[in-house]
C-alpha cells in the first residue's frame, strides 16, 4: 500500500512543478519526477506477497515469483523516459541560445 | 501472403540502415523514405482485398494470444495504414526539394527522422497490443518533437519545447492508465481487456478512460488540448506540417477510437464525444478567422477538421462512423496538398502573411489551383472529396432524430459558413489582388507532381465516392462491432 | 493562484485514481499471462531469467520500439546541437587533478569488463543489453570528465547504432523467414543455466548492448560540445 502512496506521490510533486514553475530546468526536473513516480506504480502493481524476484536459480524448483510482465514494462518506459529527457535538455540548451533566459513567461514569442 | 510485420520492420531496418548507406553515396539517403514508403503503399494495397472478409491476425514470436504481442489488421487499420503510406510517400518526394533549400549540411537526419515517424504512425493503426501502442504512439511523438524543432529557429525551439513537455504529460498519464488496466485485469491484449472488461463496475472504469483519452487525444488535438498544435504545426518545416497535420492527428484520433470503441465499448459516452467534437470544431475555425499567418491558419483549420471527425465518430450509427472516416481521409489529402502548397508560396514571398500572397496565382500559377482546389476541398464544395464526406456526416447526425444531434447538425453547417469565409479570402487575395508582378516562377516540378496527385485523387474520389465507400463501410462496422474483433484474436 | 488550481486539480485527479485502485489489491497475483511466463518461460525460451524472456522472446516488439525510441533520441539531438555547433577551439577546461585521472585510467577498463559482463549474462542473471550498455557508456563519460582530449568518433558511434539495430531487425526478419513468424526463437535453446542457451536472446542482448553504449555516448558527446 505504502507503495501506492509514495508512486502517486511523486506523480502528483511532478505534475505539480510541471504547471507552476517557470524556470524551464524545474520542469524538465519535474518531468522527470512524474516518469519516475509512474514507473513506481507500474512495478508495485506486479508485486506478490512473499514473492522473490522471477530468476531460476540452480535447483530452487518452483517457488512463488513477482510479476515479470511489470518489470519488463518498466524497462521500456525508463528509456522512453531518458530519450524523452535528452531531447528536452537540448531544446533548453537552444532555447538559452535564442532567448538567454530559460525563464518560461519570457518565451512567448507565438501569439495567439 | 505476405506478412503484415514487414509493413512495419522494413522501413525500420531501412531506416537503421541509413548512416551506413550513407558511407555509399552521399546522395542515397533522401530517396530511402520515398522507397519505404513505396514498398508500403503496395503492400497496403494488396492487403485491402483480405481484409475485407476477416482480420488477419499476425503474432509477433509465435506464441498464441494472449500470451505474445499480435498485430490485428482489419479494414480500419488497412485503411489507415494505406492513407499513412499514400500521403508518406508523395509528401516524402516533395521533400526531396525542399529540404534541401536553405539547408547548411547534410540532411540525412531529416529523412531518417521522418521515416520513423511514419514507422511509429503505421505502428499505431496495426497493433492489438495496448503497451506495443504506447511505444509506437511514443515513436511518433518522440520523432515529431524533433522534426517540429529541426530548423534550429526561434520560433521552432520554442513551439518543439511546449509541444513536448504537453506530450511528455499525455504519455505519463496513458501509462497510468496501462497500469491501472494491467492490474485489474492481468492482461495487455485489447482483444482480452476487451471481452474481460464488464467484470469491473463502470465507475471504476471511467478513470483508465478519461486518462486514456486524454493522453490520446493531446496528440490527436481533442479541445481543449489542442495548445501546442498551432504553434507546432506553424513553426515546423513546411513538409513536417503537411505530414503532422494530414497523418499525426489521423492516428492520435485512431488511439482515441480504438480505445473507446473496441477497449471500453460504453455507449453512454458518445453523445458527449459528439459535444467535443463540435465544440473543437467551432473554436478552431473561429480561431482560423483571425489568424493573419497562413500556417497558423491552415493549422487552426485541421484543429477544426479533427472536431469534425470526432463528431461523426459520436454519431456512432454505421453511417456516422464512415462519414468520421471518410472525413479522415479527405483531411489528409486536402490538409497536406495545402501545406506543400504552402511552403513553396512561403519560401517565393518570403513572409508567411497572408497579405504578401498578393498576385501569387500569376506568379505561381499552378502551385495557387493546387491550392485552391485544396482550399474547395476542405470547406466542402462538390465535386471533390470533402463534399462527400461532410454531406455523409450532416446527413447521419440527421437520421439519427435526436434533438441534441439537429443541434449538433446546425453548429456544423455555422462553422462551415466560417471556413467558406476565411478561404474564400485567402484564395481572393491570391487570384484577384494585383502583386509586384515579378516573372513567374512556380514550384519545381519534384513539388508539383505529388500535390498534382492529391488533386487528382481529391477530384477522383468526389466524382466517384464508391470506389471508397465498400471500404469505409467495413472499416466502421470493425470499430462498431467489438465481438467480432474478440472472436477473431482470441 | 495558479498554484490553487494546479492543487485543486491534481488532488481531484490522484483521488479519481485512488478510487479505482480499490479494484487492483496491492500484493496478490492478479494475473494469468505472468504465471504462464513464469511456469513456461525456462522451457520455452532457455532462458533462467524470465524477465529478459518477457522483453526479448513474448514481447520482443516492445524492445524494437524501444531501441528504435532510443535511436531517435539520439539523431534528434545530433540534428537539433549540430545546427549550433561553432567549430570548436581547445576548450578552456580545468585539468582534471592527479587522483581524477589516475582513477579513470584505473576505472575505464573494469568498467568496461563489468558492463561486457552484464551484457552477456542477460538471460541468465539480472542484467542485460540496455543495463551493460548505460555502464559502458558511463565508463566513456568518465574519459571525457578524467582525461581531457579524449572525444569518441562520432563516425564510428553512428556506425556501431546502426549495426546493433539492424542486426535487431534482421534476426527478426530471419525468424519471419525460417518459421513463419517474426522475432521466432529460432536456434537451439540449449540447455538452461549455460552461457549459450536462449536462442536468439543473447545476440539481441549483444547487439542491444552496443548500441545502447554508442548511443549514449554520442549524446554526452552532443550535450558536451552543444554547450556554449
Known amino acids: 500500500m505504502i507503495y501506492y502512496i509514495g508512486a502517486f506521490g511523486l506523480v502528483f510533486i511532478g505534475l505539480y512543478i510541471i504547471l507552476t514553475k517557470r524556470n524551464l530546468i524545474k520542469v524538465i526536473i519535474g518531468l522527470n519526477i512524474l516518469d519516475t513516480g509512474v514507473n513506481l506504480f507500474l512495478?508495485?502493481?506486479?508485486?506478490?506477497?512473499?514473492?522473490?524476484?522471477?530468476?531460476?536459480?540452480?535447483?530452487?524448483?518452483?517457488?512463488?515469483?513477482?510479476?515479470?510482465?511489470?518489470?519488463?514494462?518498466?524497462l521500456t518506459s525508463i528509456v522512453i523516459g531518458v530519450a524523452v529527457l535528452a531531447l528536452a535538455l537540448s531544446l533548453a540548451i537552444m532555447l538559452h541560445k535564442h532567448y538567454g533566459t530559460l525563464n518560461l513567461q519570457k518565451v512567448k514569442e507565438q501569439k495567439w | 501472403m505476405v506478412s503484415p510485420v514487414l509493413l512495419i520492420a522494413v522501413p525500420l531496418g531501412l531506416a537503421f540502415a541509413v548512416p551506413l548507406l550513407r558511407l555509399i553515396s552521399r546522395r542515397i539517403p533522401k530517396y530511402i523514405?520515398?522507397?519505404?514508403?513505396?514498398?508500403?503503399?503496395?503492400?497496403?494495397?494488396?492487403?485491402?482485398?483480405?481484409?475485407?472478409?476477416?482480420?488477419?491476425?499476425?503474432?509477433?514470436?509465435?506464441?498464441?494470444?494472449?500470451?505474445?504481442?499480435?498485430?490485428?489488421?482489419?479494414?480500419?487499420?488497412?485503411?489507415?495504414?494505406?492513407?499513412?503510406?499514400?500521403?508518406?510517400?508523395?509528401?516524402?518526394?516533395?521533400?526531396?526539394?525542399?529540404?534541401?533549400?536553405?539547408?547548411?549540411?547534410?540532411?540525412?537526419?531529416?529523412?531518417?527522422?521522418?521515416?520513423?515517424?511514419?514507422?511509429?504512425?503505421?505502428?499505431?493503426?496495426?497493433?492489438?497490443?495496448?503497451?506495443?501502442?504506447?511505444?509506437?504512439?511514443?515513436?511518433?511523438?518522440?520523432?515529431?518533437?524533433?522534426?517540429?524543432?529541426?530548423?534550429?529557429?526561434?520560433?521552432?525551439?520554442?513551439?518543439?519545447?511546449?509541444?513536448?513537455?504537453?506530450?511528455?504529460?499525455?504519455?505519463?498519464?496513458?501509462?497510468?492508465?496501462?497500469?491501472?488496466?494491467?492490474?485489474?485485469?492481468?492482461?495487455?491484449?485489447?482483444?482480452?481487456?476487451?471481452?474481460?472488461?464488464?467484470?469491473?463496475?463502470?465507475?471504476?472504469?471511467?478513470?483508465?478512460?478519461?486518462?486514456?483519452?486524454?493522453?490520446?487525444?493531446?496528440?490527436?488535438?481533442?479541445?481543449?488540448?489542442?495548445?501546442?498544435?498551432?504553434?507546432?504545426?506553424?513553426?515546423?518545416?513546411?513538409?513536417?506540417?503537411?505530414?503532422?497535420?494530414?497523418?499525426?492527428?489521423?492516428?492520435?484520433?485512431?488511439?482515441?477510437?480504438?480505445?473507446?470503441?473496441?477497449?471500453?465499448?460504453?455507449?453512454?459516452?458518445?453523445?458527449?464525444?459528439?459535444?467535443?467534437?463540435?465544440?473543437?470544431?467551432?473554436?478552431?475555425?473561429?480561431?482560423?478567422?483571425?489568424q493573419n499567418n497562413l500556417k497558423r491558419m491552415l493549422a487552426y483549420s485541421s484543429i477544426g477538421q479533427i472536431g469534425l471527425i470526432v463528431f461523426g465518430l459520436g454519431i456512432a450509427t454505421y453511417h456516422g462512423i464512415s462519414g468520421g472516416l471518410f472525413q479522415v481521409v479527405s483531411h489528409a489529402l486536402g490538409k497536406s496538398l495545402l501545406f506543400m502548397a504552402a511552403g513553396y508560396m512561403i519560401y517565393r514571398t518570403g513572409s508567411m502573411d497572408i497579405s504578401a500572397l498578393k498576385g501569387i496565382g500569376e506568379r505561381m500559377p499552378l502551385t495557387s489551383i493546387a491550392f485552391t482546389i485544396g482550399a474547395f476541398s476542405l470547406v466542402g464544395l462538390p465535386p471533390f472529396v470533402g463534399f462527400a464526406s461532410k454531406f455523409l456526416i450532416i446527413q447521419s447526425a440527421l437520421l439519427k432524430q435526436d434533438v441534441l444531434f439537429f443541434v449538433l447538425a446546425v453548429l456544423v453547417l455555422l462553422a462551415t459558413v466560417i471556413e467558406v469565409a476565411y478561404f474564400l479570402r485567402v484564395c481572393q487575395i491570391i487570384h484577384f489582388k494585383e502583386g509586384n508582378n515579378q516573372k513567374k516562377e512556380d514550384a519545381p516540378l519534384v513539388a508539383l507532381i505529388p500535390m498534382f496527385i492529391l488533386v487528382s485523387l481529391i477530384i477522383i474520389i468526389g466524382i466517384y465516392p464508391n470506389l471508397v465507400f465498400d471500404f469505409l463501410n467495413s472499416a466502421a462496422s470493425g470499430l462498431l462491432d467489438k465481438l467480432a474483433y474478440i472472436e477473431g484474436v482470441l | 493562484?495558479?498554484?490553487?488550481?494546479?492543487?485543486?486539480?491534481?488532488?481531484?485527479?490522484?483521488?479519481?485514481?485512488?478510487?479505482?485502485?480499490?479494484?487492483?489489491?496491492?500484493?496478490?497475483p492478479k494475473t494469468h499471462v505472468g504465471d504462464y511466463y513464469v511456469k513456461e518461460g525456462v522451457k520455452e525460451t532457455g532462458a533462467v531469467n524470465i524477465v529478459t524472456s518477457v522483453v526479448l522472446n513474448y514481447r520482443g516488439f516492445d524492445t524494437l520500439g524501444e531501441v528504435t525510441v532510443l535511436f531517435i533520441a539520439t539523431i534528434g539531438l545530433g540534428a537539433l546541437l549540430t545546427t549550433h555547433k561553432e567549430r570548436k577551439k581547445k576548450r578552456d577546461v580545468m585539468p582534471a587533478s592527479l587522483i581524477l585521472s589516475t582513477g579513470c585510467r584505473f576505472l575505464f577498463?573494469?568498467?568496461?569488463?563489468?558492463?561486457?559482463?552484464?551484457?552477456?549474462?542477460?538471460?541468465?542473471?539480472?542484467?542485460?543489453?540496455?543495463?551493460?550498455?548505460?555502464?559502458?557508456?558511463?565508463?566513456?563519460?568518465?574519459?571525457?570528465?578524467?582525461?581531457?582530449?579524449?572525444?569518441?568518433?562520432?563516425?564510428?558511434?553512428?556506425?556501431?547504432?546502426?549495426?546493433?539495430?539492424?542486426?535487431?531487425?534482421?534476426?527478426?526478419?530471419?525468424?519471419?523467414?525460417?518459421?513463419?513468424?517474426?522475432?521466432?526463437?529460432?536456434?537451439?535453446?540449449?540447455?538452461?543455466?549455460s552461457l549459450l542457451s536462449a536462442g536468439i536472446i543473447p545476440i539481441i542482448y549483444v547487439a542491444i548492448g552496443f548500441k545502447v553504449g554508442s548511443e549514449l555516448v554520442s549524446v554526452i558527446d552532443n550535450l558536451m560540445e552543444g554547450s556554449t
Open chain 2, 33 to 290: 523514405p520515398p522507397v519505404a514508403m513505396l514498398f508500403n503503399l503496395v503492400l497496403s494495397v494488396s492487403l485491402m482485398s483480405s481484409t475485407l472478409k476477416e482480420a488477419t491476425v499476425v503474432s509477433i514470436g509465435g506464441w498464441d494470444p494472449p500470451f505474445c504481442i499480435n498485430l490485428v489488421v482489419d479494414s480500419l487499420s488497412i485503411l489507415f495504414s494505406v492513407l499513412i503510406a499514400l500521403v508518406g510517400f508523395l509528401v516524402s518526394i516533395y521533400a526531396l526539394d525542399y529540404i534541401e533549400m536553405g539547408a547548411t549540411e547534410n540532411t540525412e537526419k531529416y529523412h531518417m527522422l521522418y521515416l520513423l515517424l511514419l514507422v511509429g504512425a503505421t505502428g499505431v493503426v496495426l497493433t492489438g497490443d495496448i503497451f506495443n501502442l504506447f511505444v509506437f504512439f511514443e515513436i511518433l511523438c518522440i520523432s515529431s518533437y524533433a522534426l517540429v524543432a529541426y530548423l534550429g529557429d526561434k520560433a521552432g525551439v520554442e513551439s518543439g519545447i511546449k509541444y513536448l513537455i504537453q506530450g511528455a504529460i499525455g504519455s505519463s498519464l496513458i501509462l497510468i492508465a496501462i497500469g491501472i488496466l494491467y492490474g485489474m485485469f492481468g492482461s495487455l491484449n485489447i482483444a482480452d481487456i476487451a471481452s474481460n472488461i464488464n467484470s469491473i463496475g463502470s465507475i471504476a472504469l471511467f478513470i483508465p478512460l478519461a486518462l486514456l483519452v486524454t493522453g490520446f487525444g493531446i496528440e490527436g488535438a481533442l479541445f481543449p488540448l489542442n495548445g501546442w498544435l498551432p504553434d507546432a504545426h506553424s513553426s515546423a518545416p513546411s513538409s513536417v506540417s503537411a505530414i503532422l497535420s494530414g497523418i499525426a492527428i489521423g492516428v492520435g484520433i485512431y488511439a482515441v477510437a480504438r480505445v473507446i470503441f473496441t477497449l471500453f465499448g460504453v455507449s453512454s459516452i458518445f453523445p458527449f464525444l459528439a459535444i467535443l467534437g463540435v465544440l473543437t470544431l467551432l473554436v478552431g475555425e473561429a480561431s482560423a478567422f483571425k
Open chain 3, 1 to 28: 493562484m495558479r498554484r490553487i488550481i494546479a492543487i485543486v486539480l491534481l488532488t481531484i485527479v490522484v483521488l479519481g485514481i485512488a478510487l479505482s485502485l480499490t479494484e487492483v489489491p496491492f500484493g496478490t
Open chain 1, 43 to 74: 512495478i508495485s502493481v506486479g508485486y506478490v506477497r512473499e514473492g522473490t524476484a522471477p530468476i531460476f536459480s540452480r535447483g530452487s524448483g518452483q517457488v512463488l515469483m513477482v510479476d515479470p510482465v511489470p518489470q519488463a514494462l518498466v
Open chain 3, 109 to 193: 577498463p573494469l568498467l568496461l569488463i563489468f558492463g561486457i559482463y552484464i551484457i552477456i549474462h542477460g538471460h541468465l542473471s539480472p542484467g542485460g543489453g540496455f543495463q551493460g550498455g548505460a555502464i559502458i557508456a558511463s565508463a566513456f563519460l568518465l574519459t571525457y570528465l578524467g582525461c581531457q582530449g579524449v572525444r569518441i568518433s562520432e563516425r564510428r558511434s553512428k556506425l556501431t547504432e546502426s549495426l546493433g539495430g539492424l542486426v535487431f531487425v534482421i534476426v527478426g526478419v530471419l525468424g519471419l523467414i525460417f518459421g513463419g513468424y517474426f522475432l521466432l526463437n529460432f536456434l537451439p535453446k540449449g540447455t538452461p543455466f
